[in-house]
């Protein structure tokens, strides 16, 4: 039998209806065969309120037509800090991406040793340490994690001497410092040669010279970190600056009016006095300080004396 097309099949039924007569047909075939010319692999999903394993897809609407608002939750978004991980990364010798460059930083690795038939003769102990004890020693330098602790690290396998041969002039020597280097091995303190000390901990130069540099020699503890953390509010700056201000003031005498005095509490300085002259010689105390000229001028002095305290006989 020949199948009628979709747009037959809604003339033939408005025709029907137009003659009081009512044409039925199956729906199913007719939705079947409407979704199958506009895709031939679609499905059809057909309401069945017994099926116990229908899922409604379609937004809920009321019986007026209008959406009800589906309840959303929405979880607080954790932001990342970029360098905050890469100088976790870093400092645990992994791969990190650098924030500022976008770039992928390998991880450090052991670097070269050094000659170690001259440093016997030298009486270094660079032969005792093999490849997989600077491993060892690699792996235990950079599970610490953390940049003040390595640095530390660095400082107790330092020592720091005076030259005991001096060879140039000695008023303005060159070296004013001899640094011995050595390495862990069975809790003792093996003497070896700055490249065997660089290359095992995989560190350069200039790591190793600023954890030296931040090391007190007296007290033998770290110089803290002073970049970034937490810092002293302006606002208490002020505080202590307007306090020194003012201690400073008060070392000056006070001229208080002579025939106004009962009337009034102001207090005047003496009129040979400037603003000017008075924060130079707050300047010249103490020359540290921070205080600015307008922070003095809030102050608000007066070194003018009152027209009402000159009588006759001081006009006179």
Do not use: W
């Amino acid at each position: 039998m020949k199948q009628r097309s979709p747009k037959r099949q809604k003339e033939r039924s408005r025709e029907t209806a137009s003659n009081g007569k009512h044409d039925t047909y199956d729906v199913l075939s007719e939705l079947s065969h409407t979704s199958s010319e506009s895709d031939p692999f679609a499905e059809v999903e057909i309401y069945n309120p017994e099926d116990p394993d229908y899922h409604q897809t379609c937004e809920v609407k009321s019986c007026k037509g209008d959406k009800v608002p589906r309840q959303k939750v929405i979880g607080k978004k954790v932001r990342e800090d970029k360098r905050r991980t890469a100088k976790t990364l870093r400092n645990q010798s992994e791969t990190y991406i650098s924030p500022v460059t976008k770039k992928i930083v390998k991880e450090k690795a052991l670097k070269g040793i050094c000659n170690i038939e001259m440093c016997k003769k030298r009486k270094r102990m660079c032969y005792l340490f093999s490849s997989p004890l600077r491993t060892m020693i690699f792996s235990q330098f950079y599970s610490l994690g953390d940049l003040q602790q390595q640095r530390e690290y660095i400082a107790r396998f330092v020592l720091s001497e005076n030259p005991k041969h001096r060879t140039t002039n000695s008023n303005d020597p060159r070296r004013t410092q001899t640094h011995y280097f050595f390495l862990p091995l069975e809790g003792i303190r093996q003497l070896v040669c700055k490249k065997m000390f660089l290359g095992t901990l995989g560190i350069s130069e200039k790591v190793c010279r600023t954890a030296i540099k931040k090391l007190n020699r007296t007290t033998s503890v770290l110089e803290k970190e002073n970049r970034g953390g937490r810092r002293e509010l302006q606002s208490s700056r002020d505080i202590l600056i307007r306090k020194s201000i003012i201690e400073h003031i008060n070392r000056f005498p006070r001229v208080e009016s002579h025939y106004y005095r009962k009337s009034s509490t102001k207090q005047y300085l003496h009129e040979d006095l400037s603003l000017s002259t008075m924060y130079h010689m707050y300047k010249l105390k103490d020359q540290q300080t921070k205080g600015s000229f307008s922070l003095y001028r809030f102050m608000n002095l007066s070194f003018h004396k009152p027209k009402k305290d000159q009588c006759g006989l001081c006009k006179c």
